[in-house]
């Protein structure tokens, strides 16, 4: 999974977000790494529903535009759990082999 997509399925596990707001999530998320570009981002998001990991939550006009809201679907958040638990393994194999000791204790997630 390429990281633009496990942030953006990552912003959207915390709950329904509009698009411009996934945006800036994941640019917070990154601390900056990664930034979307807007057509790039609804590519991505096009994608995404296309796969059935995420779908649109609603839709509301906001000053005269529409802002639309997506979520994950169960099959999005099973896939980011997969990618996460894999990231997770990878980073375990990389930190021993550096000598280096870890705790996932932040990374437990919730409900999970």
């Known amino acids: 999974m390429q990281e633009p997509t496990f ?3 990552t912003c959207l596990a915390a709950g329904p977000q509009h ?3 996934i945006m800036t999530d994941v640019t917070q998320i990154s601390e900056g790494r990664v930034r979307l570009r807007a057509g790039t981002f ?3 998001l096009d994608r995404l529903s296309t796969d059935r990991l995420l779908e649109v939550d609603r839709e509301e006009v906001v000053d005269t535009r529409l802002r639309r809201y997506y979520r994950l679907t169960p099959a999005g958040r099973a896939r980011l759990a997969a990618e996460a638990a894999r990231l997770r393994a990878n980073v375990a194999v990389a930190a021993q082999r550096l000598g280096l000791t870890l705790s996932f204790q932040r990374l437990s997630l919730a409900g999970s």
């Open 19 to 21: 698009g411009y707001g």
């Open 42 to 44: 609804y590519a991505a």
């Open 7 to 9: 942030l953006i399925l």
